[in-house]
């Protein structure tokens, strides 16, 4: 059995077409089953992912990707966004002083956005949103 990498136009599709039909997935790895049964059913060598579909997921409009995160102990520096790699910018406010003081980080790209303790993602959920 050769294994088959489906296109990434084909797996949008797909992740379109299991988001439609149950609205919201709860877990990364409910979504990747799901898109792989479907996938399957065109081709059985088809394989994909957990981190390629998220990945695919993150890029539909259509589809708002949420993380919970874990709670840390101690204040650690964000470099890219636990969910999709794309840059982190601080998330500042000023305090009494009129000094600047950091309050967390929030991703340029995608809807993460973390306290000074929430920081990596432990579960994901993927939900549809309908276009207007």
């Not at 059995?1 to 997935?25: F, R, T």
Request: charged share 35%; proline share 5%.
């Amino acid at each position: 059995m050769d294994k088959k990498i489906p296109s990434k136009a084909k797996l949008e599709d797909v992740v379109m077409q299991v988001l439609s039909s149950h609205l919201k997935v709860n877990s990364q790895e409910e979504l990747s089953r799901l898109v792989l049964k479907r996938l399957k059913r065109e081709n059985k060598d088809y394989v994909a992912s957990p981190v390629r579909v998220k990945r695919i997921a993150l890029d539909i409009p259509e589809i708002e990707v949420k993380a919970k995160t874990k709670k840390t102990v101690r204040l650690q520096k964000i470099n890219k966004c636990p969910i999709c790699h794309s840059k982190i910018e601080p998330l500042e406010v000023k305090n009494l002083a009129d000094r600047k003081v950091l309050i967390g980080y929030q991703c340029t790209s995608c809807a993460y956005q973390s306290d000074l303790e929430a920081f990596m993602p432990m579960k994901y959920s993927f939900v549809y949103r309908q276009t207007r």
